[in-house]
């Protein structure tokens, strides 16, 4: 069983969905979560990170935390076409950086 | 800010050649940087965590002769694919990290557009 489980997709929604991305995760310890863009051949794009429980919003994407159920989640009102990418979730034990585990990635296409 | 950046962004070459990839992070200094590969339709694949001035950290299975990196300075770090072969074709990207900060903001990976391989 991976670390960190992430579905796959790919998730297609027209435009001005709601979207909610998910990843589960088995090591309790994760404390630092992450949400990263991905444009194909290109690098991740840092979105979001999260400390412990509870949600962040930001303009469109909201990050949610459940520590509880070790479940994480990002939603993102009024879907864009240009929102269409893989998103990657990642998290760490600590606030070092250096021991990010990612989840495998989800493919979004929002069609117009 | 945060801008790390890679060159060259795509490398065809013959097998059996050595191919250097250079990361570097533009506006700010980096204490670390990462390597990852990434097939197609997969996730990012840590290769070696590398500080500047001391030798790399490679993951379990990476070949660190193969796999050459050097962090010479706070904004560089370069990858060397020594004999590259076809199986080593894939998409290699960077990143390098900042912080942590106060108020529990991590310690966070920004990172690079990636660098294309294909070895024939």
């Known amino acids: 069983q991976k670390e960190v489980e992430q579905d796959p997709g790919p998730l297609s929604v027209p435009e001005g969905a709601i979207v909610s991305l998910n990843c589960t995760y088995s090591n309790s310890a994760f404390q630092y979560f992450m949400w990263y863009r991905q444009y194909s051949r290109k690098g991740p794009e840092l979105l979001m990170y999260?400390?412990?429980?509870g949600n962040k919003e930001d303009g469109r994407f909201t990050a949610q935390v459940d520590k509880s159920s070790k479940y994480i989640s990002l939603f993102i009102r009024d879907s864009q076409p240009s929102d269409s990418a893989t998103y990657l979730c990642a998290m760490s034990e600590d606030n070092a950086g250096n021991m990010l585990t990612f989840g495998g990635g989800t493919r979004l296409m929002v069609k117009p | 800010g945060a801008v790390v950046s890679q060159h060259p962004s795509w490398v065809i070459c013959k097998s059996g050649t050595s191919v250097k990839i250079e990361c570097r992070s533009l506006d700010f200094q980096a204490t670390t940087m990462f390597w990852y590969r990434q097939f197609p339709k997969q996730s990012l694949m840590l290769m070696a965590t590398s500080n500047e001035g001391s030798k790399a950290t490679y993951e379990q299975g990476v070949e660190k002769d193969k796999f050459l990196i050097n962090h010479a300075s706070l904004t560089l770090s370069t990858l060397t694919v020594t004999s590259a072969h076809p199986e080593d074709s894939s998409f290699y990207i960077c990143?390098?990290?900042?912080?942590?900060?106060?108020?529990?903001?991590?310690?966070?990976?920004?990172f690079g557009p990636g660098t294309r391989l294909l070895v024939l």
């Open positions: 999260t400390y412990s429980s």
């Open positions: 990143s390098a990290s900042v912080g942590p900060h106060e108020g529990n903001i991590p310690e966070t990976q920004y």
